[in-house]
């Protein structure tokens, strides 16, 4: 069992395999260059996946495989694969934004996947291409489908702008709950890589934008979610993340490892290790020292709390 420095159980591992985006969204990475780092300077799926191995063996329990965008890396089946294979029980999951998925969704699935999460933002052509940057809308509902036809469990995932997309939240709740789809509003988590423009809304304001057309009760808070949930008169359930809560962090139980090998304890902090040596020289004993300080050193909570904090963390390295 892994335990940070705050007596809280950490078994959840994020894995990003690359810092790489098809995507330039507003509240991410909007004036970032089409760039990225050297092959050459990643570890290798293998090399990731000994120390998802580790990870494993000292009490995770749940990985999930973000980017950057993940399926610009070729062969994540394989890595899928590899994971899936490893011990049985573990929940392995996907983090993309959908446009790649009708060519891959049927084989991530064959290769172990469960989940996935797409982010989806708007419904309107030209709105989703204002977020983006990019004419996107077609392709990730595409992707959506196709990851539906696989078989894999489907969650939708939303970023409510001011100005952007806040008159369709009701819209993607409807297409969602026809759907059987789970959706999560996450409140916009102010960076220095994001859009200076960029303006989101507080939990409490989704929650009003919903209300006008909806009646719903607040689901009482189990286990480690970082969303809290929300029911419906007819029983769907939505939820919202609140980073911007003091209780976000409360019952945070997540790691991130980048492709480059950096092990980082908290989204908003830049404070990290990196493991890559140890996993190169295969000195396992080592990444496990390694990973137990990064617990050890994990802060209590992020300052989004704090008014006029913005985080200078890169969310494209660290799959958010």
């Not at 029980?89 to 699935?109: E, H, S």
């Not at 959706?183 to 507080?202: D, L, Q, V």
């Amino acid at each position: 069992m892994l335990i940070d420095g705050h007596g809280r159980e950490v078994d959840y591992l994020r894995v990003s395999v690359t810092e790489r985006c098809n995507f330039r969204c507003q509240y991410c990475m909007p004036e970032k260059p089409f760039s990225w780092v050297p092959r050459e300077e990643l570890l290798s799926y293998e090399e990731l996946f000994e120390f998802v191995k580790v990870a494993i063996d000292e009490g995770i329990r749940k990985v999930r495989i973000t980017g950057g965008e993940p399926l610009l890396r070729e062969g994540l089946d394989n890595f899928v694969k590899m994971i899936a294979e490893y011990k049985d029980g573990i929940d392995l999951a996907l983090t993309t934004n959908g446009y790649l998925l009708p060519q891959v969704a049927d084989k991530l699935a064959k290769a172990g996947l469960k989940r996935i999460n797409v982010s989806l933002d708007s419904l309107k052509e030209e709105v989703a291409e204002k977020i983006a940057q990019k004419n996107v809308l077609k392709k990730v509902l595409e992707g959506i489908q196709a990851a539906d036809d696989a078989g894999l469990k489907i969650k939708i995932n939303c970023v409510p702008m001011r100005g952007v997309n806040d008159k369709e939240l009701v819209d993607l709740i409807e297409f969602c709950r026809k759907r059987e789809y789970p959706i999560r509003f996450i409140e916009f988590m102010e960076n220095e890589h994001a859009h200076s423009g960029a303006k989101g809304y507080t939990s409490e304001q989704i929650q009003e934008i919903i209300g006008k057309d909806y009646k719903f009760k607040k689901v009482e808070r189990t286990g480690s979610s970082p969303s809290q949930d929300y029911e419906m008169e007819d029983g769907y359930v939505f939820g919202i993340i609140e980073p911007h809560k003091d209780d976000f962090c409360a019952t945070c139980n997540r790691i991130r490892l980048t492709a480059s090998g950096v092990l980082i304890p908290c989204l908003y902090f830049e404070d990290a290790q990196s493991i890559k040596e140890a996993i190169k020289n295969k000195d396992i004993k080592k990444a496990v020292e390694i990973l137990k300080d990064v617990l050890a050193k994990k802060p209590e909570k992020n300052r989004w709390s704090e008014d006029s904090k913005i985080s200078s963390r890169a969310f494209y390295e660290t799959g958010g």
